[in-house]
């Protein structure tokens, strides 16, 4: 009996490392995918549309990131679905529904003071002023194409919690320790986010959200502070040129 219960262990630890690998996979060729894709998927737009180049190119990104994000986040969900052990990384119980919620809550403010800590260090010591470039040009894109911010605050922030917090720490967690499986996952996360400058930054949000899975055994707690996050910085974004101007026009005032 223990012999049969040994080896259903082994194939369950086999499955997981293969939905973990084609999670992964997934992940690559989605972010890979434009380099082959784009260009087609722009003349389309442009077609469809009768825009000039210029003006169907924000157009074209915005939807592109939109349906990209999309399909690989429903190919993930199938596979995971198919293989019901895969999240259980950890041994143990898991935290209730409405403590998950909390913590996940709790967990933007940890990950936003977070970024104002490392901004503080990023400035002090690297003279690297606020301000992300690739937050920036995303956002723009957004702006072009309204689409784009499902992906942005809904799509991208699961798929990446899927990725680097359940396949890269969940994987690594469980042959070695939280802070080895912690910084590797969110220095991974900080670079695919290509906004090497702000590197730190996005390797504190990738230490948090790494927390927050360890702390319930629940990867929803990483996703609900990361969709928050997403949503507020794109939210500021778009508002940000009213706010300024909201902000003069009282200081006038006063």
């Not at 469980?174 to 996952?185: E, K, L, P």
Request: with cysteine.
């Amino acid at each position: 009996m223990e012999r049969i219960l040994s080896v259903n262990n082994s194939l369950k630890g086999i499955n997981h490392k293969k939905t973990a690998l084609y999670v992964l996979i997934i992940y690559i060729i989605m972010q890979l995918s434009g380099r082959w894709l784009i260009l087609p998927f722009h003349k389309v737009v442009m077609s469809t549309t009768g825009l000039p180049a210029a003006q169907a190119a924000p157009i074209t990104q915005g939807w592109y990131i939109a349906l990209s994000f999309a399909i690989a986040l429903i190919l993930s969900l199938i596979l995971t679905s198919r293989d019901k052990s895969f999240w259980d990384v950890y041994q143990g119980k898991k935290e209730t529904i409405p403590l998950t919620i909390m913590w996940g809550i709790l967990g933007f403010f940890l990950v936003f003071f977070g970024q104002m800590i490392g901004a503080a260090i990023e400035m002090a010591i690297f003279g690297i002023e606020g301000g992300s470039q690739n937050t920036a040009d995303i956002v723009a894109i957004a702006k072009g194409a309204p689409i784009a911010i499902l992906a942005i605050v809904v799509f991208g922030p699961i798929l990446e919690e899927f990725v680097f917090r359940r396949v890269i720490f969940g994987s690594l967690v469980q042959t070695t320790n939280f802070w080895v499986a912690a910084i590797v996952s969110a220095i991974f996360f900080a670079l695919i986010h290509f906004d090497f400058s702000h590197i730190l930054l996005y390797t504190i949000c990738g230490l948090i959200f790494a927390f927050l899975y360890h702390k319930t055994k629940r990867i929803w707690t990483s996703i609900i502070a990361h969709v928050m996050l997403n949503g507020f910085v794109t939210l500021v974004q778009f508002y940000a040129e009213p706010l300024q101007k909201f902000l003069e026009e009282l200081e006038k005032m006063q």
